[in-house]
T-cell receptor, first 114, second 114 residues
Framework: DTAVSQTPKYLVTQMGNDKSIKCEQN?????MYWYKQDSKKFLKIMFS???????INETVPNRFSPKSPDKAHLNLHINSLELGDSAVYFC?????????????FGPGTRLTVT | QKEVEQDPGPLSVPEGAIVSLNCTYS??????FMWYRQYSRKGPELLMY????GNKEDGRFTAQVDKSSKYISLFIRDSQPSDSATYLC??????????????FGKGTKLSVIP
């Protein structure tokens, strides 16, 4: 059973388009995250949600909007895609009281903007 | 200076060798220290975490933290070809929103040659 799943796995799109990435976890966790791993392999937090409420919002363009319909899902919508948005986006989840040391990652969505 | 520095390698060792992976950090507020393993085109997988200075052992893996030197290490004994992956160190500190945020190193790419 997949603990943290993401769809799609690959996404190729043109500049200016709007796209969404979906994430689901079946671990019973109450906190979910979006991370971005750029071409230099740095993995950086973008957003964190706890019980459907935004708790971390790093310096990310407002073209990126996370949506959490329930505790098990956290989607990422990106408007007006730019070349610099090309990266691998990882969803992760944890229990809030273990967020400091135990986060579980999904397989990633490789976004390519042309 | 980045908060977390990690030699990206690549590091190539023969099967059975002892591997030493290291990270240094500058932020004294980091409280938890983690090692993640990331296989090619997969999500990071938590290997170990530590809280205090000292050693923690799990099978062939030993994590070491020296808070006075701001230095952490991961040792892999009897390395196997299946250990070939990128190893990411990560550290967490309490953020402004009252929740922990993870800061990752760049990752060290390890190849274990049969």
């Amino acid at each position: 059973d997949t603990a943290v799943s993401q769809t799609p796995k690959y996404l190729v799109t043109q500049m200016g388009n709007d796209k969404s990435i979906k994430c689901e976890q079946n671990l019973g966790h109450d906190t979910m995250y979006w991370y971005k791993q750029d071409s230099k392999k740095f993995l950086k937090i973008m957003f964190s949600y706890n019980n459907k409420e935004l708790i971390i919002n790093e310096t990310v363009p407002n073209r990126f909007s996370p949506k959490s319909p329930d505790k098990a899902h956290l989607n990422l919508h990106i408007n007006s895609l730019e070349l610099g948005d090309s990266a691998v986006y990882f969803c992760a989840s944890s229990l809030r009281d273990r967020a400091s040391y135990e986060q579980y990652f999904g397989p990633g969505t490789r976004l390519t903007v042309t | 200076q980045k908060e977390v520095e990690q030699d990206p390698g690549p590091l190539s060792v023969p099967e059975g060798a002892i591997v030493s992976l290291n990270c240094t950090y500058s932020n004294s507020a980091f409280q938890y220290f983690m090692w993640y393993r990331q296989y090619s085109r997969k999500g990071p997988e938590l290997l170990m975490y530590t809280y205090s200075s000292g050693n923690k052992e799990d099978g062939r893996f030993t994590a070491q933290v020296d808070k006075s030197s701001k230095y952490i290490s991961l040792f892999i004994r009897d390395s196997q070809p299946s250990d070939s992956a990128t190893y990411l160190c990560a550290m967490s500190a309490l953020g402004g929103a009252g929740s922990y945020q993870l800061t990752f190193g760049k990752g060290t790419k390890l190849s274990v040659i049969p």
